[in-house]
Nanobody, 125 residues
Framework: VQLQASGGGLVQPGGSLRLSCVAS????????MTWYRQVPGKQREMVAS???????NYADSVKGRFTISRDNAKNTVYLQMNTLKPEDTAVYYC????????????????????WGQGTQVTVSS
C-alpha cells in the first residue's frame, strides 16, 4: 500500500491550502493518521494527528489554524491549513499507523506504519 500526498504549493501569508493523502488500497481499519512537516536541517515534527476514536492533537504552533480530517469513503486524510505563515514552510508528510487494507486480491493485509512521499508547502510573499 502507498500513500500519495498532494495539495502543496506556493501561497502568500494569510492564505490557505488543503493537503490530501490518499491510500492506494481500500482501508479496512487504522489506528491513527498524522501529518508531519520537516524543514532542512531540522527534525521532522508532528503537526496534527487523528485517532480512530476521533481524538485530535495539534502542535501548539498550528492550533486554531489547521484542521485534520478523514474521508473514509475516499481513503483520504486531509489537512486544512488556514492563515498560513512563513514559518509553516516545510515538506509535509502523512503517516498512517496500524493500517489494515485490502490488497489487489481482496486479501486483508497489515502494515504497522506507512509514510507518504511528502508535499512542499511554501508560504511567501
Amino acid at each position: 500500500v502507498q500513500l500519495q500526498a498532494s495539495g502543496g504549493g506556493l501561497v502568500q501569508p494569510g492564505g490557505s491550502l488543503r493537503l490530501s493523502c490518499v491510500a492506494s488500497r481500500r482501508i479496512l481499519s487504522l489506528n491513527a493518521m498524522t501529518w508531519y512537516r520537516q524543514v532542512p536541517g531540522k527534525q521532522r515534527e508532528m503537526v496534527a494527528s487523528l485517532t480512530v476514536g476521533g481524538t485530535t492533537n495539534y502542535a501548539d504552533s498550528v492550533k486554531g489554524r489547521f484542521t485534520i480530517s478523514r474521508d473514509n469513503a475516499k481513503n483520504t486524510v486531509y489537512l486544512q491549513m488556514n492563515t498560513l505563515k512563513p514559518e509553516d514552510t516545510a515538506v509535509y508528510y502523512c503517516n498512517v499507523e496500524g493500517l489494515r487494507y485490502s490488497d489487489n486480491y481482496g486479501v486483508s493485509r497489515y502494515d504497522g506504519s506507512v509514510w507518504g512521499q511528502g508535499t512542499q508547502v511554501t508560504v511567501s510573499s
